[in-house]
């Protein structure tokens, strides 16, 4: 075990904050990475919530949970505004094309540390917990690559899930070891975040498989 009773009770208030926000960002993300194919607002619609809400509801499933955002709609409610707003948004201004990327990476972080901990928080074993973790950072942007007609960025791009996995991982060592929850969140969130914006910045990825000729 973990977390304490204490713990867990403060986790669940923190689980709350990180799924909104990742929720917000990564349906911000999705309108950014796919409007260059030239959805109109319904498919942008679709695109985003498909990506903010895809992890989690997978991640929900396997745990045989309630999904989450079917129990508390306000998730649904912030990934279609958030999505609606930046779809305008780009229709009045002009954003970089990289801009996705810093909602990319914070989605990442704040969904792989809330996957993590609400795995946790139903008593998953800790490594089950930690791809729990990464399940719920990556599974919604690989639907929204397929539904772009793209190869996956996880499985293409510098080092992604891997990321989201050890910082799941470093997450729980840090409770395990007596770190404040909310303070281990804010460190292997941040973790993530700087060490995925490190593998874009200097191209850092994992090796490609090549078959011997």
Known sequence: MLMDGHSLTQLQDILFWLML???????????????????????????ALATAL???SARDLLLDRPVF???NQIFLVVALGAG??????????????????IPD?????????AGTLKALSFGAPWLVASFMGVITGVV???LRDVMCNETPIVFRSTIYATVSWGGGILFILLIRYGMDA????????????????AAIRWGLSLPVFRARE
């Open 21 to 47: 926000v990742a929720v917000a960002v990564t349906a911000m993300s999705a309108v950014l990475i796919a409007g260059r194919h030239g959805f109109d607002l319904f498919g942008m619609s679709i695109i």
């Open 54 to 56: 895809g992890g989690g």
């Open 69 to 71: 955002w079917v129990e």
């Open 84 to 101: 609606a707003v930046t779809f305008f948004a780009a229709r009045a201004f002009r954003f970089s094309v990289g801009l996705f990327l």
């Open 105 to 113: 990476a914070i989605g990442l972080a704040t969904f792989s540390i």
């Open 140 to 142: 919604g942007g690989i």
């Open 182 to 197: 909310a303070m281990a969140a804010i460190v292997a969130g941040l973790g993530i975040f700087a060490t995925r914006m």
